[in-house]
């Protein structure tokens, strides 16, 4: 017998036939003698149309009282599954995040887990109810709601699953597992068996879609195995585990592609203590992510400063940047906003020589110019014009032996 977390998305949710599947699915493995959690997400489409009322309503909602509307999609969805599998002749409770006492930070929208008092829960589950709960929220220790942003219901199992030391955090998906690059890009995309928690991690963080990358973050610290698989089909998915030493055998793991970004460059800035904290410190305090971070000194005392951000930020960032600009007599500031990170990602690169090279020359040959290079121990990413990103990504799949299954 087993401690299993599943979690469904807003997908595998759509409509009434779609939860009473999962509710089958849900069932069965409670009729191996299994304990289950089960986490769903708002029926698709709901949290954006919640979003969509309330800007009818007034142009800048409230935080607080956003998390308040937003939350209603997912104690829909736990209560419908609730309903079904009890119709079903099973044992089933709906609770939701407040409830299920996730207690987090009062950031409204963008909240963070601080702690989990599952003493109730363990209680319900130990005479076998089947518990089904709201993910994406929890509240604050004032008894607020709160929600954890995008993806939040992955954060939510993840923490259940960590909380209450499940022996698995199944995550079902509208895909059948994590692919080595996204299969509507390339079509010769493999399916991986299985993939470390730092492979997993970076490739969240480069545009990857499957994972939240904070669950993702939640499942390393705790050591929580996660199985990544379809909610449409029985195959098995792609399991997220502690890095094996078989792993380091296939040098890269996925090809991914993150197109929503822009670049700034600041040129012919004063080379001198003090300047890039002057110039990140307020696009830091205006809540813009700043990723790849280029500088390239100069001869006489000056240096070219390149970043990029998230293009949704690229307005509020190149204000910053002029502003600080004309502060610290920087000779002018470039923009590109047409941009694309392009990135190989795997385990075995620290072990194995040769992967950048081949990345560059790979790249040259279809006569894609690289604007940007960044690593780290298990990634390589190039900046390159937007128009070329497919093309890269399949490329670099064919030429990293990704094709072959």
Sequence with gaps: MALI????GGTSVADTDRIRNVAERVAEEYDKGNDMIVVVSAMAGVTDSMTK????VTDAPESRELDVLLSTGEQTTVALLAMALIDMGYPAMSMLGYQANIRTNDAFGKARILAIHADRMKKLIKKRNIMVLAGFQGCNFDGDITTLGRGGSDTSAVAIAAALKADVCEIFTDVKGIYTADPNVCSKAQKLNTISYDEMLEMSSLGAKVLQIRSVEFAKKYNVP??????????EGTMVVNEALNMESLVVSGITCKK???RITLKKVPDQPGIAAKLFSPIAEAGILVDMIIQNTRSGGQTDLTFTVPRSDFDKAIEISRKVAEEVGAEEVLIAENIAKISVTG????NHSGVAAKMFATLA????????????EIRISCVIEAKYSELAVRVLHTAFGLDKD
């Design 347 to 350: 385990v075995g690169m620290k």
């Design 226 to 235: 996660v199985h990544v698989r379809s909610s449409f089909c029985k195959e």
């Design 5 to 8: 977390v599943q979690k469904y």
């Design 53 to 56: 009322l309330a800007n009818q």
């Design 365 to 376: 040959a279809e006569n894609i110019n690289i604007r940007l290079i960044s690593t780290s």
């Design 260 to 262: 929503n970004e822009a």
